[in-house]
């Protein structure tokens, strides 16, 4: 279901490497709004990318601005036990608690571009 929402961005990310560079925000918004659609419901990520490309504008200063996702980790996630089973695993994504002091379930969503060109 993602995929439905991330194909037209992707068509965007495509074109847009042809204009200059416009975005006042790391990651640029269409980025960002293809890493809400992966990790949220499409509502929420719809809401959160219309807020963020409506912030994008010379009004807002800019500057670092990570996803912010719900994620509740399992309970029972035995590591060695799924790496022993499925080998080498690389992580293209790091989840990044918002605050040490709140109940954990909101996380950054960080991009490990090494593990990208790494792959390839």
């Known amino acids: 279901m993602a995929s439905l929402w991330t194909v037209p961005i992707k068509g965007y990310q495509y074109i847009s490497k ?34 963020r490309i409506l912030r994008c504008n ?5 500057g670092i601005d990570y996803p912010l996702v719900n994620y509740r980790p399992p309970k029972h996630l035995s590591i060695l036990k799924f790496n022993a089973f499925c080998g080498k695993i ?3 994504y790091w989840l990044v608690p918002q605050s040490m002091l ?17 792959s390839t």
């Open 18 to 51: 042809m204009l200059p560079a416009s975005c006042r925000y790391y990651p640029s918004c269409s980025e960002y709004a293809s890493w809400q659609f992966e990790f949220n419901a499409p509502h929420k990520a719809l809401a959160s990318s219309s807020l």
């Open 58 to 62: 010379q009004f807002f200063k800019g």
């Open 90 to 92: 690389d992580v293209l």
């Open 102 to 118: 709140a109940n954990h379930s909101k996380y950054y969503v960080l991009k490990d571009f090494d593990a990208i060109n790494r």
